[in-house]
């Protein structure tokens, strides 16, 4: 099988523990692998006919993990690639993976491609209740007929704003340091391309924002959009448009001195200024349910006001990290970001693995792929995969039963991130809660009280923790001390060194839940 040995893409370079590497040279077909999980399941397909490895360590993070040259290397001498989705992984961990394996090479997205063997699609939804609008920026369309992949970025760029005071669009990080993408106070530079005014999304996602306005008033701000399909290609034109804002005025009056007929006042819920790659133009994706992007309506930029309220009124928060807003005490008028954290996602939850059957569309997914890629061990791969799917078959069964002991009003499940929607929807049982929608940002107060508010409404008798995350989630451990009640353990995203297969990670979390769950009486904490 060919062997290349060009490394090219953004790499971090960083020390990394010895892990399996791909040999230059092998008779069996090389495979790598986003996750421990997807590796699990080609060593179970594969057998003594694969090597197999992993781009992010068991009990690594996949949302947050940065590839080394170790992986860029693995990436190079593979002949098959399996990710999982391309919003899972982190960017960096995409990029790696498109930018160096061989152009012979087969490039398998799971979670897209699953769905052609029965597996089951759950929207990811964020229904953040706010008191104003939650507004952030969205990439919309796959780009296809440009060329666009899934590494390629598109550009939104500020290029005017009007209004009594200034326009600040930015991003607060897990640790308080903030990230500024649109800053109207020092102008708008069109000599240098917009460049500190701009800011990037993969296509098709989102990214949250926090908006801040320094006077009441009526203000408006241009966006342009580009495609950059690749580092060295030129940019497309995707358009321009202005969106209007009522700061602290009402409305519908500031939709008058606008001209702006019908208005569409966006006060609550969901709302992004969205480029959209399939009409090449700018608008508004707005769902007063505060929903995903299946349940938002498209409107044209020229029909929005986006609503402002005086209730938005916030002080500036002390640290050098907000200086630019003001000094410490000032007020200023704020949409908040509402989720702390870097966290930008497509639009499907891409957990599909918490449900037995979801796993079981991946393994006949890697058989297909693996026979594609070396039909000489068709019989081999097939009986292998047979012989698989009926393990993950009774685990299914096993689960169901463990999980149907659970008593009715026990059978909440609230934990650190949300990744659990598949097995909830599966075996009957209901998120009522987590700390944070994802694990690389850091929950607000608001969370907390909502969370110990969740588990003394539910009397929800045990939460649980990801044993990767137990040393940064100490939220979650101390709202359950406060309420004397159990933290128990369960797998997500990766494995640990006692549970390290696919299989015993599903078996694993039905008893985890079945026994933690089962006795809604036991409220002491583990």
Known sequence: MTTVGVLCGVLLVSGCAARPALPAHSERLRVVTTTGILRDMVEHVGGDYVDAVSLIPDNSDPH?????????????????????????????????????????????????????????IIPLV???????????????????????????????????????????AYLTGSFGNTERYFDSSDGFDAAQGYRDDTMSLPADAHTHLSWAFTKPGVYTIDLQAKLKVSDTAKPVALGHATYTFAVGVNPTQAAKQTGIKNPVILDKGHADLTANLDSAALEVRYDPGGGGEHSQQAYPASQVVVDVPAKALAEIPKGSQYAFLGRPGQHVYQLAQAVLGKHVHGEIDPHLWQNARNGMAYVQLIRDTLIGADPAHTA?????????????????????????????QGRYLVTTHDAFGYLAHAYGLSVAGFVTPNPATEPSLADRRKLVETIRSLQVPAVFLEPNLASRSST???????????????????????????????????????????????????
């Open 64 to 120: 947050s993990y940065e590839p080394t040259l170790r992986d860029a290397r693995n990436v190079v001498y593979a002949d098959v690639a399996f990710s999982n989705y391309a919003m899972l992984e982190e960017q960096s961990v995409i990029k790696t993976l498109d930018a160096n394996l061989r152009s012979d090479a087969i490039n398998v997205s799971l979670a897209e491609e699953a769905v052609k063997y029965a597996a089951e």
């Open 476 to 526: 979650l451990q101390q709202v359950a001390n406060d309420e004397g009640i159990r933290v128990c353990p369960i797998y997500g995203d990766t494995f640990s060194n006692e549970v390290n297969s696919y299989e015993q990670m599903l078996r694993f979390n039905a008893d985890s839940l079945n026994e933690c769950l089962t006795d809604s009486t036991d409220r002491k904490t583990s």
């Open 380 to 408: 081999q791969y097939v009986a292998h995969a047979e012989a698989y799917l009926k393990t993950l078959e009774a685990t299914d069964d096993y689960m169901s039963a463990a999980l149907a002991k659970i008593p009715q």
């Open 126 to 168: 964020e229904n953040v209740n706010l008191d104003t609008v939650w507004l952030g920026l969205r990439a919309h369309g796959s780009g296809e007929r440009y060329g666009a992949t899934r590494t390629s970025e598109v550009l939104l760029s500020a290029t005017n704003a009007t209004g009594p005071g200034d326009i600040f």
